[in-house]
């Protein structure tokens, strides 16, 4: 059964840090380009980053640039998030596309597989 899961969420004050990891089991996320996305309440899901298969493009939201950074190594990849603001809070859910080597990605939801979410609540 292919499953991705997102952990790494909390309750965080303004200007805090978080660290999301997406993992996947059923198959090897390494030959995966993923993306990270998050839809608050009342909100549409909306992008907010990607990485591409082989780890050498990464694409962001202008929202989060400079403050967000996505990597991965082996299976697992994450989402550092710093300078926290409270509209990045929301549930964050990570997609996966098959794309072995692969050096793009896309912040479009269109990806196959997704995560159940993880919970951001940026508050003070």
């Known amino acids: 059964q292919l499953q991705i899961v997102e952990s790494g969420g909390g309750m965080v004050q303004p200007g805090g840090s978080l660290r999301l990891s997406c993992t996947a089991s059923g198959f090897p996320l390494m030959d995966y380009k993923v993306g990270w996305f998050r839809q608050a309440p009342g909100k549409q899901r909306g992008a907010v980053s990607c990485?591409?298969?082989?780890?050498?493009m990464t694409n962001y939201v202008e929202s989060v640039k400079g403050r967000f950074a996505v990597s991965r190594q082996n299976n697992t990849v994450y989402l550092q998030m710093t300078s926290l603001r409270p509209e990045d809070s929301g549930v964050y859910y990570c997609?996966?596309?098959?794309?072995?080597?692969?050096?793009?990605?896309?912040?479009?939801?269109?990806?196959?597989?997704w995560g159940q979410g993880t919970q951001v609540t940026v508050s003070s």
């Open positions: 997609a996966a596309d098959w794309n072995r080597n692969g050096h793009t990605c896309g912040i479009l939801p269109t990806y196959t597989y």
């Open positions: 990485i591409s298969a082989d780890g050498t």
